[in-house]
């Protein structure tokens, strides 16, 4: 079993920045491939941002490439999310999850494990 909690959410204007982490205890012995997705009220679930076992390949949404990054530190079995030019749209509950296999790592139906999201609130 693998544990995930997330944190670094808050309410923030339209162009500032936030930087989530989703830190894993439990069966930490095995790397996973992770993900970020997102829940807006009313809305699906919606992948955001993904990254391989080792960190070498990263996978974006077209809606936050180019303003988000995602990383990872093994050592410390911690995920970020580093959310630049945010903007009122980004609004959302953020939940980070493990265990995809990397062909399906924007596929929600893919993960074993998920966080209790934080929230992120960007007012205009």
């Known amino acids: 079993q693998v544990q995930l909690v997330e944190s670094g959410g808050g309410l923030l204007q339209a162009g500032g920045s936030l930087r989530l982490s989703c830190t894993a205890s439990?069966?930490?012995?095995?790397?996973?491939?992770m993900g970020w997705f997102r829940q807006a009220q009313g809305k699906e679930r919606e992948f955001v941002a993904g990254?391989?076992?080792?960190?070498?390949?990263?996978y974006y949404a077209d809606s936050v490439k180019g303003r988000f990054t995602i990383s990872r530190d093994n050592a410390r079995n911690t995920v970020y999310v580093q959310m630049n030019g945010l903007k009122p749209e980004d609004t959302a509950l953020y939940y980070c999850a493990a265990d995809a296999l990397t062909s399906r790592i924007m596929d929600p139906g893919a993960y074993r494990y998920w966080g209790q999201g934080t929230q992120v609130t960007v007012s205009s």
């Open positions: 439990g069966r930490t012995d095995i790397n996973y491939s």
């Open positions: 990254i391989s076992r080792s960190g070498g390949i990263t």
